[in-house]
């Protein structure tokens, strides 16, 4: 619980046990009764130790022990000798005591019968921790007890524990004047002995040897108010009036007043395990979780000891489909309903920790039958912005999705491929008739197309960025097709070969790397660079790699495996790999190993 005001730092210790809501509704009561129970000190009229030299000086004693000062007075000025005697001014010196061995004990009997059921019960919680903390100051050891059970169900201190038993306890009969008698026999010479409860029924000798808070409950209609007096030995009782706080804190004072700790989770970093994209900006890859969560990794520029990851855990019901940067880390969720169906798609504004920045953007789909629900897939996000309005653009389950103004618009055509390249989203798409089109949309909101020969492919690969005019497309008629043919921006194209066994996961663009393919081995362990210059090993890896990923502005390539291990290759520098693991220890990073073939 956060920190209580300072003028509840006598209580500190009990009230952090409570709720901090809860606790602040009950300090008054606590701070009212303690005012009128008073310290322990006072409980006891003299000290009983026996006598051990003198310790310092006091107002009150026997003129036996009168300073010689004050003598003085009497010798030289009489008058003033009489005067300090009527104020009680006179010095007197102060008798030091050896303490008992044992420490002091107050015991507190709290009356469990019908007549204290409900709203008194409260008072019972509030003199509690007021009697803890008197005891705690006095360093005196607390008992207590409920007087209609046995002295030998006596309990000590006040803890968690002590106040749920105390809470708990309810009898079906009142307190009588045997309850009292049979526990303070069995006490024998308390320092300090209460009783909280229905005073009414405790007026007998038993009662004379105890001191007492008698807590009664206003019968006046409409008034919800406890009555509580205080009667301290010879002292005058001293009753004070406390208004119950609204009803929903009173049941939870009574019912569950304690603060709850939830339980830490268990340290674990997430693990990538499915989807793997660069930013546009080629300074961040985004992928999936195990769990569905967004995973941000915030590359070096170079290599480095350690790369930034950040993740993002959507709500129920709800999938990530698409990450990217625009003025900060966004995401996009559908969220459905009940029967699968995407009802609508949410705009997540994050910090740089992954936590929700301002509140979320909600984007209705007026038919969800018309929506696919996605297969884990993942996409990076194309932000525009035309006219002082923004324009959220992404592909999901091969169509592309447009989010403007509350506003959701998507595409009939197919889009095999797509990528971006500055203010420019480039698709390869293909019509019902199979048609392939490779199309750009601008940020205005126009848009040029460029037909290809020949229909539509069963596997294409798009490369573009911001330093490249145009795309590169690699077109393999099947996912394992012997022969790829490339198409640059001049329209000019030269066919590769794919290795026995080969998988094509990616083209890489000759503005930034050679031309070529990203070729999976059969043992999927192994990634190549087949172009006209030959074949290339990137990496080897332990488990099957799953997700293969180009990075269009800077030469490089990243990999996911089936371990949730990363990697990434520099073309510029192939002789040192990027690769490692998220550490185990929840703190979000990805701990990088600069590892040299």
Same mark, same amino acid.
């Given at each position: 619980?956060?920190?209580?005001?300072?003028?509840?730092?006598?209580?500190?210790?009990? /009230?952090?046990?409570?709720?901090?809501?809860?606790? /602040?509704?009950?300090?008054?009561?606590?701070?009212?009764?303690?005012?009128?129970?008073?310290?322990?000190?006072?409980?006891?009229?003299?000290?009983?130790?026996?006598?051990?030299?003198?310790?310092?000086?006091?107002?009150?004693?026997?003129?036996?022990?009168?300073?010689?000062?004050?003598?003085?007075?009497?010798?030289?000025?009489?008058?003033?000798? /009489?005067?300090?005697?009527?104020?009680?001014?006179?010095?007197?010196?102060?008798?030091?005591?050896?303490?008992?061995?044992?420490?002091?004990?107050?015991?507190?009997?709290?009356?469990?019968?019908?007549?204290?059921?409900?709203?008194?019960?409260?008072?019972?919680?509030?003199?509690?921790?007021?009697?803890?903390?008197?005891?705690? !100051?006095?360093?005196?050891?607390?008992? *207590?007890?409920?007087?209609?059970?046995?002295?030998?169900?006596?309990?000590?201190?006040?803890?968690?524990?002590?106040?749920?038993?105390?809470?708990?306890?309810?009898?079906?009969?009142?307190?009588?004047?045997?309850?009292?008698?049979?526990?303070?026999?069995?006490?024998?010479?308390?320092?300090?002995?209460?009783?909280?409860?229905?005073?009414?029924? /405790?007026?007998?000798?038993?009662?004379?040897?105890?001191?007492?808070?008698?807590?009664?409950?206003?019968?006046?209609?409409?008034?919800?108010?406890?009555?509580?007096?205080?009667?301290?030995?010879?002292?005058?009782?001293?009753?004070?009036?406390?208004?119950?706080?609204?009803?929903?804190?009173?049941?939870?004072?009574?019912?569950?007043?304690?603060?709850?700790?939830?339980?830490?989770?268990?340290?674990?970093?997430?693990?990538?395990?499915?989807?793997?994209?660069?930013? !546009?900006?080629?300074?961040?890859?985004?992928?999936?979780?195990? =769990?569905?969560?967004?995973?941000?990794?915030?590359?070096?520029?170079?290599?480095?000891?350690?790369?930034?990851?950040?993740?993002?855990?959507?709500?129920?019901?709800?999938?990530?489909?698409?990450?990217? *940067?625009?003025?900060?880390?966004?995401?996009?969720?559908?969220?459905?309903?009940?029967?699968?169906?995407?009802?609508?798609?949410?705009?997540?504004?994050?910090?740089?920790?992954?936590?929700?920045?301002?509140?979320?953007?909600?984007?209705?789909?007026?038919?969800?039958?018309?929506?696919?629900?996605?297969?884990?897939?993942?996409?990076?996000?194309?932000?525009?912005?035309?006219?002082?309005?923004?324009?959220?653009?992404?592909?999901?389950?091969?169509?592309?999705?447009?989010?403007?103004?509350?506003?959701?618009?998507?595409?009939?055509?197919?889009?095999?491929?797509?990528?971006?390249?500055?203010?420019?989203?480039?698709?390869?798409?293909?019509?019902?008739?199979?048609?392939?089109?490779?199309?750009?949309?601008?940020?205005?909101?126009?848009?040029?197309?460029?037909?290809?020969?020949?229909?539509?492919?069963?596997?294409?690969?798009?490369?573009?960025?911001?330093?490249?005019?145009?795309?590169?497309?690699?077109?393999?008629?099947?996912?394992?097709?012997?022969? *790829?043919?490339?198409?640059?921006?001049?329209?000019?194209?030269?066919?590769?070969?794919?290795?026995?066994?080969?998988?094509?996961?990616?083209?890489?663009?000759?503005?930034?790397?050679?031309?070529?393919?990203?070729?999976?081995?059969?043992?999927?362990?192994?990634?190549?660079?087949?172009?006209?210059?030959?074949?290339?090993?990137?990496?080897?890896?332990?488990?099957?790699?799953?997700?293969?990923?180009?990075?269009?502005?800077?030469?490089?390539?990243?990999?996911?495996?089936?371990?949730?291990?990363?990697?990434?290759?520099?073309?510029?520098?192939?002789?040192?790999?990027?690769?490692?693991?998220?550490?185990? =220890?929840?703190?979000?990073?990805?701990?990088?190993?600069?590892?040299?073939?």
């Amino acid at each position: 619980m956060s920190a209580l005001p300072a003028p509840l730092k006598p209580w500190a210790a009990q /009230l952090s046990l409570l709720q901090r809501d809860l606790a /602040l509704a009950l300090a008054p009561w606590i701070q009212r009764l303690s005012s009128s129970i008073g310290p322990l000190s006072d409980a006891q009229a003299r000290p009983t130790g026996a006598p051990d030299g003198y310790d310092g000086v006091a107002r009150k004693g026997s003129y036996e022990r009168l300073l010689t000062t004050e003598w003085l007075y009497a010798d030289e000025v009489p008058d003033e000798f /009489l005067r300090r005697a009527a104020q009680g001014e006179h010095l007197f010196s102060k008798l030091a005591v050896r303490e008992p061995h044992q420490a002091r004990r107050c015991l507190v009997l709290f009356d469990s019968g019908p007549s204290q059921l409900g709203a008194p019960r409260i008072a019972h919680l509030a003199a509690f921790i007021a009697f803890a903390s008197r005891c705690e !100051a006095a360093h005196a050891q607390l008992s *207590w007890g409920v007087l209609q059970h046995l002295s030998t169900h006596r309990r000590d201190g006040f803890d968690k524990t002590e106040a749920e038993a105390l809470l708990k306890s309810r009898t079906t009969r009142e307190a009588t004047e045997a309850d009292l008698a049979s526990w303070l026999a069995s006490m024998g010479n308390a320092d300090d002995v209460w009783v909280v409860g229905n005073g009414l029924l /405790l007026s007998g000798p038993a009662a004379s040897k105890v001191q007492q808070v008698i807590v009664t409950e206003s019968m006046e209609p409409g008034v919800r108010r406890l009555e509580v007096t205080v009667r301290r030995g010879g002292r005058a009782r001293q009753s004070v009036h406390l208004e119950l706080p609204p009803a929903a804190v009173c049941t939870s004072l009574l019912r569950a007043p304690f603060a709850v700790e939830k339980p830490k989770p268990t340290p674990r970093a997430s693990r990538p395990s499915q989807g793997l994209v660069f930013g !546009a900006s080629g300074n961040r890859l985004f992928t999936l979780g195990g =769990n569905g969560e967004l995973i941000s990794v915030v590359l070096p520029h170079g290599t480095g000891a350690s790369v930034k990851q950040v993740v993002f855990q959507p709500p129920a019901l709800e999938r990530v489909v698409a990450g990217g *940067w625009h003025k900060g880390l966004i995401c996009i969720t559908a969220r459905y309903d009940t029967s699968g169906r995407i009802i609508r798609f949410v705009l997540h504004s994050l910090t740089k920790r992954g936590e929700k920045r301002v509140d979320a953007l909600t984007y209705e789909v007026d038919d969800p039958s018309t929506v696919i629900p996605p297969e884990r897939s993942l996409t990076d996000i194309t932000a525009f912005s035309f006219n002082g309005k923004k324009r959220f653009l992404f592909v999901m389950a091969g169509r592309l999705f447009s989010l403007e103004d509350g506003k959701v618009v998507s595409s009939p055509e197919r889009i095999v491929a797509h990528t971006q390249r500055s203010e420019r989203l480039l698709l390869f798409t293909v019509d019902e008739q199979g048609r392939r089109t490779v199309r750009t949309m601008f940020s205005n909101t126009t848009q040029t197309a460029t037909h290809l020969e020949g229909l539509g492919s069963a596997r294409v690969y798009f490369a573009g960025g911001m330093r490249y005019p145009l795309p590169m497309i690699g077109l393999g008629e099947l996912s394992t097709s012997p022969t *790829w043919t490339m198409i640059d921006h001049s329209r000019l194209s030269f066919g590769l070969e794919v290795p026995a066994g080969g998988t094509v996961m990616g083209i890489t663009t000759p503005s930034t790397w050679v031309a070529g393919l990203l070729v999976r081995t059969e043992d999927k362990k192994r990634l190549l660079h087949v172009s006209a210059q030959g074949t290339q090993t990137i990496v080897e890896t332990e488990s099957p790699i799953l997700e293969v990923a180009t990075d269009f502005e800077f030469p490089r390539a990243a990999w996911l495996d089936a371990g949730g291990g990363m990697g990434l290759f520099d073309a510029s520098n192939p002789q040192k790999l990027i690769i490692g693991l998220p550490d185990g =220890n929840g703190r979000r990073m990805v701990h990088f190993t600069e590892y040299r073939r």
